[in-house]
């Protein structure tokens, strides 16, 4: 196996139901002979640098994953038919991947996630301190 990421563009008038059947059949491709999903983030709702197909948003979908080639030529193939996909791109990470670095690359993920989290909630914190001392800063001064 080896290790690929995608990212696909959906188009923005679809339904969260047509965008989970989406997502679900290219993680059942991916899923063949062994292959297994690492990551999935929906980013949601983006707008275009340009438009692509005369839309100017779209559905973007990461994932990050280990899987045969053919597996992938696969998924590109569904996603040149699909009307519904409007950009994707491929890219290979590792020419080989074991259970273990599976395991390993989904441990980094969560990891980054928990870190991603906690630096949000500091600087929430922090913005909430700075908003109560300049406010107590405002009632001194009057």
Request: proline letters at 1%.
């Amino acid at each position: 196996m080896r290790r690929y990421e995608t990212i696909y563009i959906l188009r923005p008038t679809l339904s969260e139901e047509e965008i989970t059947a989406v997502i679900d059949n290219t993680n059942t491709i991916i899923a063949n002979d062994g292959g297994q999903v690492i990551s999935l983030d929906q980013w949601g709702l983006k707008t275009l640098a340009y438009l692509i197909e005369k839309e100017t948003q779209g559905y973007y979908v990461y994932c990050d994953f280990a899987t045969a080639p053919a597996n992938v030529s696969e998924m590109e193939r569904k996603f040149r038919i699909d009307e519904s996909v409007m950009k994707y791109m491929t890219v290979k990470l590792a020419d080989s991947i074991d259970s273990e670095g599976i395991v390993a690359a989904r441990g980094e993920y969560e990891a980054a996630v928990i870190a991603a989290a906690k630096a949000e909630e500091a600087d929430k914190q922090a913005e909430e301190q700075a908003e109560t001392k300049e406010a107590t800063e405002k009632v001194s001064v009057q």
